[in-house]
């Protein structure tokens, strides 16, 4: 324009013999001219419509004003997908102990890791805009989480479902035309957990361990056995969570993390020692807690170790002890409706 020039490639080849420097086209009987004549005169089409539409604007026009807006770079409001995360898990971390447990941020946070891995790994870059993430891009990302970080399908789907969310985001302010995931269900296969039998959680309570790190893992998972509360319930237990009714039976009062449901579940007698074996523990007279419970994966890890040492043939996991109690017959002093509200929880 107006001896103006502004270069960019097209990323298409052509052998030079083939190509009409006069008219700036390849010879149409040359192995792929014509349909690389076809697509310069799509691009001249585009040229010529983003030209008319900034002077009907009556917008300054110029030949890297074209070439910035056909390639894409004039748009200010153009968001990548590492951007979006980040914001989004900001605003988690900001709101834990509000809107978020703390468990939840973490799990967004190892998403964006995994999602920022898999770019390196397949697209060989650590970031891109929101418009290139296609159900191309998830499905993918799908097929690496499940072969190459080894995840099963329902580890999968939760992986997913967090970065749809980050999606949607995207999709509500804009920044993106088209959902990838529209055409994508989840779902979760049911899995069958596994649980202890009386008698293995009898020999499991009488094994002496000459390790401290071991017999305390042992006395919490079976704590969460007789009263049925979840790992996140068991950890932030407090005595203010101990209540005694008027026949001077102890219960344990607390709303769960999860549900918010308020649990009524009484103190089995087995449960009330080994309360009383940690309350001068350390970590419990700094923390204000009943137990001194380590992180989700520490116990996991230990537990398998205590099946090993035990000869359980179970794949114990802090999980399976909330199927334990719904099985455990309670004892005869409780009335029903106890069990009844235990089960429920």
């Known amino acids: 324009m107006e001896d103006e020039r502004a270069d960019a490639s097209i990323k298409r080849f052509i052998e030079p013999h083939a190509w009409n420097s006069a008219k700036g086209k390849a010879n149409e009987k040359s192995r792929g001219g014509k349909d690389l004549n076809l697509y310069l005169d799509a691009i001249s089409a585009n040229i010529l419509r983003i030209q008319r539409d900034l002077e009907l604007d009556k917008k300054e026009v110029s030949a890297q004003?074209?070439?910035?807006?056909?390639?894409?770079?004039?748009?200010?409001?153009?968001?990548?997908?590492?951007?979006?995360?980040?914001?989004?898990?900001?605003?988690?971390?900001?709101?834990?102990?509000?809107?978020?447990?703390?468990?939840?941020?973490?799990?967004?946070?190892?998403?964006?890791?995994?999602?920022?891995?898999?770019?390196?790994?397949?697209?060989?870059?650590?970031?891109?805009?929101?418009?290139?993430?296609?159900?191309?891009?998830?499905?993918?990302?799908?097929?690496?989480?499940?072969?190459?970080?080894?995840?099963?399908?329902?580890?999968?789907?939760?992986?997913?479902?967090?970065?749809?969310?980050?999606?949607?985001?995207?999709l509500a302010n804009g920044w993106m035309k088209k959902d990838p995931f529209a055409q994508i269900r989840f779902h979760l296969d049911e899995v069958e957990r596994e649980f202890l039998e009386k008698q293995e959680l009898k020999a499991l309570l009488s094994k002496k361990f000459s390790i401290p790190r071991l017999a305390q893992i042992r006395d919490i998972f079976c704590f969460c056995c007789f009263t049925g509360l979840a790992f996140s319930d068991v950890k932030q237990l407090k005595s203010e969570h101990l209540v005694t009714d008027i026949n001077g039976m102890v219960w344990i009062r607390k709303t769960r993390q999860k549900t918010k449901n308020m649990c009524n579940i009484p103190l089995l007698d087995e449960a009330n020692k080994?309360?009383?074996?940690?309350?001068?523990h350390p970590y419990c007279q700094t923390q204000?807690?009943?137990?001194?419970?380590?992180?989700?994966?520490?116990?996991?890890?230990?537990?398998?170790?205590?099946?090993?040492?035990?000869?359980?043939r179970k794949n114990l996991s802090t999980h399976c002890f909330r199927h334990w109690s719904q099985i455990y017959p309670l004892n005869e002093r409780y009335l029903q409706r106890s069990v009844s509200r235990q089960v429920t929880i």
């Open 274 to 280: 080994i309360l009383d074996r940690y309350k001068d």
């Open 288 to 312: 204000g807690v009943l137990l001194p419970v380590c992180s989700n994966q520490k116990m996991n890890m230990y537990l398998k170790e205590l099946a090993d040492i035990c000869g359980i």
């Open 65 to 170: 004003i074209i070439l910035n807006r056909y390639l894409g770079k004039d748009q200010t409001d153009r968001h990548t997908l590492m951007e979006v995360f980040h914001a989004h898990n900001k605003k988690c971390r900001a709101l834990i102990g509000i809107n978020f447990a703390p468990d939840t941020v973490l799990r967004y946070e190892t998403c964006l890791r995994l999602i920022e891995e898999f770019m390196r790994n397949t697209y060989k870059k650590g970031d891109c805009y929101l418009e290139e993430v296609t159900k191309q891009f998830v499905e993918e990302f799908e097929f690496y989480l499940k072969t190459v970080r080894k995840c099963c399908h329902n580890t999968t789907t939760k992986y997913l479902a967090n970065f749809k969310k980050i999606v949607r985001i995207a």
